[in-house]
């Protein structure tokens, strides 16, 4: 839970015993959720309630089944204190990926479990109206084939979103989506809460709720494939900025001669730090037939990833080119927000030793140093899609900003 939250929570002053209640149980949850198992007197501790104000919260969430107690033990020492566990299981979401090449669908429970996963292949050729069509079916079938009904609907999307009108602004090599309400039609089709946010957010908060950085107030999390994101957590809460534009970092120039970008911009990162700048690039290299015997359309992001984890030097040297270029450009965001730590992620950590190799010498060479000194740097929890993860965590933490309405009693 965020530092914010819990100073706007102690302060406030003149709202009714009812909304300071849901802000009590909202806080207990969020701590609740990102330990999974603590005590009472941990929970007054870290909220700053009185116990016996945690005492009548836990016991409405005990009521609720939201959470259990385990009884305490006697020892030599006196009774150990009883334990509280989240009972997240009760409790799932779907979760959706919008990416230009596919769609990601998943099913979560609050602790961060996935029981489904279905992956379906998109082409900007087919059109979105194909795109939605195949995920809604896909939804569908993962809602009839779960044995506990989702409570909520999260969805990441690339591309600068506009929270504002609820519309993708522009999806880089998928023209269509901006026209597409995505939470309106979730909504229409399922009847369940949804809620759409920008991909590299939905990855600051999982690495947040489930993360090895679990508790730091100040992190960036980067996410980079064919295009770049970064989502922002200061003090921490996520950074929206204005209509929740904040973090298209990908669209920042790092030189004014360059080409025009989609957007309109001249020398984004975009162009220069991200999987499909890389494939360029090896295409420019190698792609004369008489040098490769290949086609430039033959010389796909398999084979250069292949080629890549192969050890092949031209590869090898285009992969630490493009990522150097990734570096620069968090140089300046992380000398601006002076963060504890920058978390990477998505296809583009595809050989994660050498990327934090080469993306850790240029952050240390251009940094000021007392910033350098104590960051953190490292990649997206492998054992999970952040992102993916990410839009049911968003979707479970709009949830708890008001459980009375939100979970079921029993």
Not at 138 to 156: F, L, R, W, Y
Not at 348 to 356: A, H, P, Q
Not at 390 to 404: E, K, T
Request: with cysteine; charged share 25%.
């Amino acid at each position: 839970m965020s530092h914010a939250r819990e100073r706007q929570i102690k302060l406030k002053h003149g709202v009714n015993q009812f909304v300071q209640k849901q802000n009590n149980l909202s806080l207990i949850l969020h701590y609740l959720v990102r330990n999974r198992s603590c005590t009472r007197v941990w929970l007054a501790k870290k909220t700053g309630l009185t116990q016996a104000s945690v005492g009548k919260h836990i016991a409405q969430l005990l009521e609720w089944g939201m959470v259990s107690e385990e009884e305490g033990i006697a020892t030599e020492k006196g009774r150990r204190p009883r334990r509280l566990e989240l009972q997240g299981a009760k409790y799932r979401s779907i979760s959706i990926r919008v990416n230009r090449d596919y769609i990601a669908c998943a099913l979560f429970d609050m602790s961060g479990r996935q029981y489904d996963y279905r992956w379906i292949p998109v082409k900007a050729v087919e059109g979105v109206d194909a795109a939605m069509a195949r995920m809604l079916d896909t939804v569908n079938g993962m809602i009839h084939a779960s044995d506990v009904k989702p409570i909520c609907i999260g969805v990441a999307v690339a591309g600068p979103y506009n929270k504002r009108t609820g519309r993708i602004v522009l999806m880089s090599g998928f023209p269509g989506w901006e026209k597409v309400d995505l939470k309106a039609e979730l909504e229409q089709a399922f009847s369940i809460d949804t809620f759409v946010e920008h991909d590299a957010v939905c990855g600051a908060m999982a690495e947040t709720w489930f993360g090895s950085s679990g508790f730091h107030d100040n992190l960036i999390f980067i996410a980079a494939d064919k295009g770049i994101g970064a989502g922002m957590v200061i003090n921490g809460s996520i950074y929206e900025g204005r209509d929740g534009f904040a973090g298209e970092f990908g669209h920042s120039s790092i030189n004014v001669f360059g080409p025009k970008c989609e957007c309109g911009n001249l020398g984004c990162l975009e162009l220069y730090g991200t999987l499909k700048a890389m494939l360029n690039d090896y295409r420019d290299v190698i792609g004369n037939p008489l040098n490769s015997g290949l086609e430039p359309e033959e010389i796909t992001e398999e084979y250069f990833i292949e080629k890549v984890k192969g050890k092949d030097p031209t590869a090898l040297d285009v992969y630490k080119k493009t990522v150097s270029y990734l570096g620069f450009g968090v140089v300046g965001l992380v000398n601006t927000m002076s963060p504890d730590a920058v978390v990477f992620g998505d296809k583009i950590i595809f050989e994660r030793d050498l990327f934090l190799d080469t993306v850790t010498q240029v952050l240390k060479r251009y940094l000021v140093d007392e910033i350098f000194r104590g960051l953190e740097i490292r990649a997206a929890s492998p054992d999970m899609d952040s992102i993916l993860a990410g839009a049911s965590v968003i979707a479970f933490d709009r949830l708890l900003q008001n459980p009375s309405a939100s979970f079921t009693v029993g």
